[in-house]
RNA sequence: GCGGGUGUAGCUCAGUGGUAGAGCACUGCCUUGCCAAGGCAGAUGUCGAGGGUUCGAAUCCCUUCACCCGCUCCA
């Protein structure tokens, strides 16, 4: 119980930091706030931008076999009708009277309509009632005496033109992933790809959800980062293994708790209608187990809708291969999709929490302190320079000159003078931040400088020559 | 959307009808100079918002917005 307790707190702990420090802000704080935006102040959006490039980097960068695109957000309504999402997204709900539980109608137990049942009302009484013709019962309590259907279309709908008609209604995408499919040729031809190969895209997409809840956690205008990898049918379940193998260690490899993350796949009824296979990676939220990224075998699912929809061949064409079934060249086949399908905005939340500890009072910090242990690759600011006095005007030239130059090296840096030294480094160790370069009277001297490591407060001395390529060691090596 | 809870300074919170407060944080100066040191001075509030009751409302009533917990949905 008391665990539970700490845990909450973990996360209103959390959430207060965001805001002190300049994290995470909710929107349109002045005016009351709007539900479930939240703005990333100034180190947010570094932390933000961390993820994404470290996903991009990772993902694209670092590969031969995929590239990025960036498309639109607004996309032909056609693409929506082909992709199900239209109708996918307008799930009729229903609400029981008795136990005042909401549901979804296609997936309440069916009942013959007319079919006495026996069920608990809201005061426990056995009562008994006739199923309506609607076939169903309440998913919970088993009640027939529901609420009528209400649609709720999950896409946020608007107005390509100045007047707003049927017509002319175009959607804000609700995932990225459409936008691959469709230029799936266009980048395949002007790329001269060979199969296997992704696509991959990070951007916003956007959901009226029913419920937004935790934090940043789930929210109607959210941040992915998605990469729709395509192989040819026969290959997908090894494609599958690797690619679940590899989101699961890229949270590793920045630094999550592997203790923290586990993959789950999912259940035979949970799967969505066009995957094969479906595998979440969980991260231990301190509300549980909770999705950061699904990893899915969509088959050719996508394609095929698109072919159809569109009228245009999708098809790979393989000019030196002989197609299995007539024997005669070329070989045309719709490849299959394993997607692997990340929020960016859920894994900030996870960095962040991951990353949070406080520390008791000990010798040599009598009031303990608060400590973001971000992995420096994702931290906002890689090193702050001190002078350890701000009076001598040699001291605070020569911690400058030293950010300057680490700024020319493409490292974010920080420079603080006010306040003691100890202080600082709090601020810094609040922030994240997993150098702190400390100018003394010895650095004049002798062209030297104490580094300071966050996580252990450990203090050691080096040359300022190095500093900048000690940093950027520590940053992409560890 | 339903049920329960919360909303007072940047943060954490006290304040149950009678002059809006504390700690930390913040700003300036002095002292100190390697882990939130001390002193002096200072600034800071639509008491979430709107309406009502009252001589008088942070406090009572109504409406609304946002957040937290459960149900539900999803990356």
Redesign the pocket.
């Known amino acids: 119980m008391s665990q539970e307790v700490s845990v909450?707190d973990r996360?209103?702990k959390l959430?207060?930091l965001c805001?002190?420090r300049g994290f995470v802000f909710?929107s349109s704080e002045?005016?009351?706030?709007?539900?479930?935006?939240y703005d990333y102040g100034p180190l947010g959006v570094e932390l933000k931008r961390n993820v994404t490039d470290n996903w991009w980097r990772s993902m694209v960068h670092e590969r031969e076999d995929v590239v990025g695109l960036d498309a639109s957000i607004i996309m032909h309504p056609d693409v929506w009708k082909a992709s199900g999402h239209l109708d996918g997204f307008s799930?009729p709900?229903v609400?029981c009277m008795d136990c005042?539980?909401?549901?979804?109608a296609d997936?309440a137990p069916r009942m013959e309509p007319g079919t006495e049942v026996t069920f608990r009302d809201a005061k426990k009484k056995k009562v008994t009632a006739p199923v309506l013709d609607r076939g169903y019962v309440c998913?919970?309590c088993g009640s027939p005496r529901l609420s009528e259907e209400r649609a709720f279309n999950?896409m946020f709908s608007t107005h390509l033109g100045p007047v707003a008609s049927e017509e002319n209604t175009v959607y804000l995408r609700p995932?990225t992933a459409q936008a691959m499919f469709v230029n799936f040729l266009n980048v395949q031809q002007s790329y001269r790809l060979k199969i296997p190969f992704g696509i991959a895209q990070v951007g916003k997409?956007f959901?009226n959800?029913?419920?937004?809840?935790?934090?940043i956690?789930?929210?109607?205008e959210?941040?992915?980062m998605e990469m729709e990898f395509f192989v040819e049918p026969g290959s997908d379940d090894e494609w599958f293994e690797y690619w679940k193998k590899a989101r699961l260690q890229w949270y590793v490899d920045l630094g999550i708790d592997p203790s923290n993350l586990r993959l789950r796949p999912h259940e035979k009824d949970e799967l969505?209608h066009y995957a094969k296979g479906c595998s979440?990676v969980e991260y231990r939220f301190?509300?549980?187990w909770?999705?950061?990224?699904?990893i899915a075998n969509r088959t050719d699912y996508d394609l095929r809708k698109h072919q159809e929809a569109s009228g245009k061949k999708l098809e790979i064409i393989d000019p030196n291969r002989e197609d299995p079934n007539t024997g005669k060249r070329p070989f045309r086949y719709l490849p299959y999709v394993i997607e692997p399908?990340?929020?960016a905005?859920?894994a900030v939340l996870a960095f962040l929490l991951d990353a949070y500890d406080e520390e008791p009072p000990s010798e040599?910090?009598?009031?303990?302190?608060?400590v973001l242990r971000l992995h420096p690759r994702v931290a906002p600011i890689k090193a702050a320079v001190l002078p350890?006095?701000?009076?001598d005007e040699n001291l605070t030239a020569r911690a400058r000159a030293i950010v300057k130059e680490f700024w020319g090296h493409g490292i974010n840096s920080f420079y603080d003078e006010?306040?003691?030294?100890?202080?600082r480094?709090?601020?810094q160790?609040?922030a994240g931040t997993p150098f702190c370069l400390?100018?003394?009277g010895?650095t004049l001297e002798e062209e030297t400088?104490?580094i300071?490591y966050r996580d252990d407060?450990?203090?050691e001395r080096i040359e300022v020559s190095q500093a900048v390529d000690i940093v950027r060691k520590k940053v992409m090596e560890s």
């Open positions: 909450d996360m209103n959430v207060s805001k002190r909710q002045i005016y009351g706030g709007l539900k479930s935006c799930d709900l609400e005042h539980v909401r549901f979804r997936k998913s919970d999950l995932e997409s959901r959800e029913i419920t937004v809840r935790h934090f956690f789930r929210s109607c959210f941040e992915q969505a979440d301190p509300w549980g909770d999705e950061l990224e699904g399908a990340a929020g905005t859920r040599t910090r009598k009031d303990g302190r608060v350890l006095i701000k009076k006010k306040d003691s030294i100890g202080r480094y709090a601020r160790d609040e400390t100018v003394d010895q400088v104490t300071r407060m450990r203090q």
